[in-house]
């Protein structure tokens, strides 16, 4: 019998945290005093056998099983009534949050890098938990001490589950035209309206479920000013009795991906009866739902994480098992065939993935790590410094593990050759699920945008600085663990490139021509994600340096840190100047393009 | 009911493959292998949670478990994973594996079951790393109590256990007096192998071992741990079981291709000597 697939390396998620990240170092702020690294570890350990030993196996029979509309409710595949609860008795649901809502205010550095495992696991049934995770923080953070009481601890207690609710059909990437309307009756609104895509709108595995909606009062002003926020549950509760709340399920998306969690179109109050209760003020929603964005899109960058991870692991475990061909000098028929793995080019396509999957590992693990000290670091001036690179590493969480992800995914399909486009075997699941976090949370286009268009030149290009700091500090370091100096050399100059073309385009921002500023943004960010992933792994490279000296045993760890380290420095960042010729030439086919001509 | 939990940390038997053996062959390398608690006693631990709780409301433990293991220092993490997972108590007697046998675990288990004086000592019916299968056994022959081996149900009566031992071909009940020793096997984690009294014999268990959720891991932080010195509960710490050398295991020959039955039933014969 094959191993199990681990979904992810164990040693490598320690190695980021503990070698690289440094997390005991984290521990020690005042904010985190209550946690341990052993009882990290110990976390870790559970979640890392709920998920191989329990959600992996519901995986495969969720994805062939997606959810169905029966008279008017869905249904999704009973074995969701057992992983929810599960889930929940982890503690993953409010682990991050303070004691006040039942939480135990993990670092988020820890929680992203072990949500990796559910993730990896049943990207699905993580969904539930996820989205429930989001819309009781959104009442946490802005809802009074009744919608707390009412809607938010049935949430973080695991009895009900929560949504997002904010796409329309003609407000997707574009939610200031939310048109769901919302009339003023005493002490909550009635809403009107339809939304599409909400997952877990509606499932049969908990008793209720409650939609943070994005919906306008009536008279508010038009665009993003006047767009509230609404708990809108599907059953309300009325005195002690739960009653039905006009919330109806319009039709189930069928999708390729994510199947065991419903995204459904929904129609509220069909009969004028669905209340809705106002989060925080009138009109600050979209605000409110952008104070949460940043954690989402983490979460989502980790889901791209995740979903190449499983694949990369499944596909090397193939590759050691298939024999197929003999080594290109072997002149002899006879001879057995090797396993797929002993060809050069199977490795080549092997360590892209890995360093796909292991750099996005970092880049998840390092953002979230400047998102715990913009928020509890020890000085004002560093928690400002930790914000401003969190804000410019967001939108490239988000993308990188999305965009190289889908073509990792694709590569572990490749390693299993004919099998791997087979539904036999799994790969070709997760590449269908990897796809999805290209478009939510922000499409990539939309990502390009935010990265060149707020993020790069907001204070100054502050954060950009700052970024430039962080590298060069890296290098020295590097060095001076002994990491090859063609290497840091290599990582420099591309970071030279990147803050070359960076004051280029925001000097072309600044005579006022966003157009041209902006035309290469999709361009832009790959340059920018290859750089930001170089750095990770120089930064990779001088904890395997260390490592190797001072743990010789683990030797085989810190070379294959080294090999990936190569192969992206020496390798990839080479593209860095082609984006940057391109960005910086303003090269104009599409923009030329007319809509005619196609 | 008080139950006392023996758990012993092994090398990973999934990373089997990273097991060294020196050149010098005196014995087995440990650099960088990676440990985790003996399956079988996790499988114990979960047992004795069962045995003292109502599976409704298992955050309340009705009666007490204390776990022991025998290791260095790092093993406290093993420790405190089963506070963690429901525990009251730890003990670590402080020694090295290679300062330790069957019989020497026995022996100093047993005068730790005279200080704690629990009703049942649970525990795996083997280690998967050395899979000698005696401790459990030795102990009760020390102790002179009742023993079942190989649990793979157990249900609490007044003052007994009633359990249910994996034998070839099936299950053998049997009714032990307490205080007594029991070793579990696989089937004892499954969703309706253990009650308590107090469990509804309706209930079912998730199938497995429960895991160590957050709140709990930081609960745990505070429930004691104790550290014993080994020479505090037996005088005698030699060793039974002497190593004279050790080796890898053959490399697996490729197999062949038979022509047909014939050829098949002539090797199983000759060569495997199997029939
Ligand atoms: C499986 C699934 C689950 C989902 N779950 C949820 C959920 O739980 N809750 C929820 O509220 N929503 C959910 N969504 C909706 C998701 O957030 C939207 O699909 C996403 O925001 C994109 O909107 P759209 O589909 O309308 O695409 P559009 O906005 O129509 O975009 C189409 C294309 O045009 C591009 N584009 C659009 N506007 C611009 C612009 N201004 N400049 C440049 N390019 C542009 C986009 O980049 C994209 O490539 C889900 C979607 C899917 C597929
Ligand atoms: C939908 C579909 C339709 C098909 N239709 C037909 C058909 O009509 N007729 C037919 O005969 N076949 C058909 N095939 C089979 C197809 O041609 C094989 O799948 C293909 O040749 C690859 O072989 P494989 O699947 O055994 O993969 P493998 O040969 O096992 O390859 C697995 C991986 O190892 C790599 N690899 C293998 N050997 C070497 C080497 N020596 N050096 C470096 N890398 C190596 C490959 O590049 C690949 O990435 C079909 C396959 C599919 C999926």
Known sequence: MPPQNPLVDDRTVDFILFDVLDVGALLALPAFQEHTVEGVKIFLGATRRLSREVLYPAYKPMDEAPPRLVDGRVVVHPVMKELYPRLVELGLLNATRPAEVGGQQLPFTVMTLASVYPMAANLGAYGYLGLTAGAARLIESFGSAALKERFMAPMYEGAWTGTMALTEPQAGSSLSDVQCRATPAGDHYLIRGSKIFISGGDHDAVENIVHLALARIDGAPPGIKGVSLFAIPRLRPEGERLVPNDVHVAGVIHKIGWRGLPSLALNYGEQGDCHGYLVGEPHRGIHYMFQMMNEARLMVGMNGVATASVAYQESLEYARNRPQGRPLRSKDPRAPQVPIVAHEDVRRMLLRQKAIVEGGLLLLGVTARYADRAEHAEGAEARQRARWLQDLLTPIAKTFPAERGFEANALAVQVLGGYGYSSEYLPESWLRDQKLNSLHEGTTGIQGLDLLGRKVPAEGGAAMMAFLEEVGATVGSALEAGVPASWCARVEQAAGELRDVTLHLLGLGQQGDAEAMLRHSADYMEMMATVVVGWLWLWMAAAAEKGLRERPEDAALFEGKRCAAQYWIEGELGRVAHWAALCRSGEDSYARMQDAWF | ?275
């Open chain 2, 1 to 275: 009911m008080k139950i006392l939990v023996a758990l012993k940390r092994v090398a990973d038997p999934d990373n089997a493959n990273k097991v060294k053996i020196p050149p010098s062959g005196d014995r087995i390398d440990t650099a960088g292998l990676e440990w985790k608690p003996n399956p079988f006693d996790e499988y114990a631990l979960e047992a004795a949670l069962r045995l003292t709780e109502d599976g409704k409301a298992p955050k309340a433990r009705a009666g007490e478990v204390v776990v022991v293991t025998f290791g260095p220092k790092e093993t406290e993490q093993t420790l405190r994973a089963a506070l963690a997972t429901g525990a009251d108590r730890a003990i670590r007697v402080d020694v090295t594996d290679d300062k330790l046998d069957g019989a020497l675990v026995a022996r100093a288990l047993k005068a730790l079951v005279e200080r704690e004086k629990p009703d049942v000592v649970l525990m795996g019916k083997q280690a998967v790393d050395g899979d000698s299968n005696q401790v459990g056994q030795s102990l009760a022959e020390l102790l002179d109590w009742p023993m079942a081996t190989f649990a793979a149900t157990i249900q609490e009566e007044q003052g007994a256990l009633l359990v249910g031992r994996e034998v070839d071909g099936g299950v053998a009940v049997l009714r032990v007096r307490l205080p007594a020793v029991v070793t579990v096997d696989l089937r004892i984690v499954a969703p309706t192998s253990v009650y308590s009294l107090k469990t509804a014999r309706t209930h079912k268990y998730n199938d497995g071992v429960r895991f160590a959720a957050l709140p709990a891991i930081m609960a745990s932080k505070k429930k004691p741990l104790a550290e014993v010195k080994l020479a505090d509960l037996t005088a005698d710490s030699g060793l039974k079981v002497q190593y004279h050398g050790f080796e890898p295991p053959p490399a697996r020959k490729a197999g062949i291709k038979v022509k047909d039955v014939a050829d098949l039933v002539a090797r199983l014969k000759n060569e495997a000597k199997v029939l």
